[in-house]
T-cell receptor, first 115, second 114 residues
Framework: SQQGEEDPQALSIQEGENATMNCSYK?????LQWYRQNSGRGLVHLIL?????REKHSGRLRVTLDTSKKSSSLLITASRAADTASYFC???????????????FGKGTKLSVIP | NAGVTQTPKFQVLKTGQSMTLQCAQD?????MSWYRQDPGMGLRLIHY???????DQGEVPNGYNVSRSTTEDFPLRLLSAAPSQTSVYFC?????????????FGEGSRLTVL
């Protein structure tokens, strides 16, 4: 069953604006990952945040994690038309110690950045 | 670097036909998996493998078969295709590390079952 749920399902913004996407999950995790999918392509890993981290940055990406609320957010600052894509959060399920866990994905947020 | 390679990219089948989706990776990843992606459903795990000779079922395994004879290859077999198996299929691989391994995806195989 799916663990993460992204919100909103779709988001349309002007180029230069910031885009914020949220992810809620159900059970305790030790990390959360975000992926991007361009139309007709495979998913690409963006960033991983561990459960003992509250915030992480990578270029124009800022990810937060609130384990008490079981939620995460992905902020893309100064968006560009090339950021148009679907964004997914993913969480590990199963025993993570030996690496045999499975990544479960939410349904994604479809971001459109209008030039 | 080729990464994860899936073939074919597109396939049309008739109900009841069988076929194999191929997946190969050149990163020496122990873990490989197959997902299907349907509109409004996100990605759902079909089968996965943590090494040669070891496979296990994911969330939606019915109608699919896998084997892992080598580290590099992880084919997905549709035994008797049904219209409900119309979907985009993604193969993904990663290192078998504790909880922090990033998944590397192929470009997908779009399957239509008539």
């Amino acid at each position: 069953s799916q663990q993460g749920e992204e919100d909103p399902q779709a988001l349309s913004i002007q180029e230069g604006e910031n885009a914020t996407m949220n992810c809620s999950y159900k059970t305790s995790i030790n990390n959360l990952q975000w992926y991007r999918q361009n139309s007709g392509r495979g998913l690409v890993h963006l960033i991983l945040i561990r459960s003992n981290e509250r915030e992480k940055h990578s270029g124009r990406l800022r990810v937060t994690l609130d384990t008490s609320k079981k939620s995460s957010s992905l902020l893309i600052t100064a968006s560009r038309a090339a950021d148009t894509a679907s964004y997914f959060c993913a969480t590990p399920q199963g025993f993570t110690g030996a690496g045999s866990y499975q990544l479960t994905f939410g349904k994604g947020t479809k971001l459109s950045v209008i030039p | 670097n080729a990464g994860v390679t899936q073939t074919p990219k597109f396939q049309v089948l008739k109900t009841g036909q069988s076929m194999t989706l191929q997946c190969a990776q050149d990163m020496n990843h122990e873990y490989m998996s197959w997902y299907r992606q349907d509109p409004g459903m996100g990605l759902r795990l079909i089968h996965y493998s943590v090494g040669a000779g070891i496979t296990d079922q994911g969330e939606v395994p019915n109608g699919y078969n896998v084997s892992r004879s080598t580290t590099e290859d992880f084919p997905l077999r549709l035994l008797s295709a049904a219209p409900s198996q119309t979907s985009v299929y993604f193969c993904a691989s990663r290192r078998l590390v504790a909880a922090t391994g990033e998944l590397f995806f192929g470009e997908g195989s779009r399957l239509t079952v008539l």
